[in-house]
């Protein structure tokens, strides 16, 4: 019988990996990045992103121009009472996101709302000069 040591090492690392998984699931649920759709109307990008259950105190958004960054925090507290039984579980996670946006927008005139599990964020597209900028010669 031939011993492959790299085939011991990748039983491992498989086992290792497959029990970190079934751990991580069942003590903060599935760790994911919410969906997301971002789409252009003519004046304005508009993300909308499925965040259900989070709160909005929860929630930064930062602007950067062609550039966004979302975060958010969720923490939840179950607690079921039966007679001679107790029950507690805490749960958190978190998560960050960075999009590049396809133009440039004006991030002063910036609006977002969270309504329903739906967060949506209407980004203006900054004005483009007309002709530029004219530099005079000194």
Sequence with gaps: MYWDPFEEIQRDLNRLF??????ASSVSGTVSIPA????????????TMDLPGVKKEDVKIRC?????EISAKVSEKKTKR??????????????????????????????STL????????????????????????
């Design 18 to 23: 497959s029990s970190y998984k079934r751990m």
């Design 36 to 47: 997301m759709d971002m789409f252009d109307n003519g004046k304005e990008i508009v993300i």
């Design 64 to 68: 950067m121009g062609d550039y966004i």
């Design 82 to 111: 039966k007679e001679n039984y107790y029950y507690s579980e805490r749960t958190a996670s978190s998560f960050k996101r960075g999009i590049s946006l396809p133009v440039e927008v004006d991030c002063r005139r910036a609006k």
């Design 115 to 138: 309504k329903n599990g739906v967060l949506e964020i209407r980004l203006p597209k900054k004005k483009k000069e007309s002709g530029g900028h004219l530099i005079k010669i000194e």
